[in-house]
């Protein structure tokens, strides 16, 4: 068992080494990953959104199927990227360690996912 810091100590981490330029990198990297994840949603709302007009049980008319693909898009973004992003600890913790123009640039990168 390893031993604990004492609470509210700091302890050193990676990021207490980044320069500003890896700093900024980091936040590129956060938002290329964001946006990564994205796509992979946006394709499995499409398949699940053919799925289930398929298999509803009824006839799905070519004009339904975009809101539906909508609506799995927006709870999957919401599972996957925003209920993470938004959570307060992981807001807390991120702001303390990037600059008010990285963050500037995330939430910018975020609004885009609506």
């Given amino acids: 068992m390893s031993a604990r810091p004492p609470r509210g ?3 050193p981490t990676a ?3 980044l320069t500003a330029k890896e700093s900024d990198r980091a936040v590129d990297d956060f938002i ?3 946006a ?3 796509g992979i949603l946006q394709a499995q709302a499409a398949a699940d959104a053919g799925y289930f007009a398929a298999n509803c049980g009824r006839t799905v008319e070519a004009g339904e199927v975009p809101p539906i693909e909508a609506a799995f898009l927006a709870a999957y973004r919401w599972q996957y990227i925003h209920s993470g992003a938004r959570h307060p600890h992981f807001g807390k913790v991120l702001t303390s360690r990037i600059t008010e123009s990285q963050s500037r ?3 910018a990168a ?3 996912l609506h």
């Fill in 9 to 11: 100590a700091r302890v």
């Fill in 15 to 17: 990021h207490s080494a």
């Fill in 32 to 34: 290329e990953l964001v």
């Fill in 36 to 38: 990564a994840v994205d």
């Fill in 105 to 107: 640039r995330i939430q």
């Fill in 110 to 112: 975020l609004a885009t």
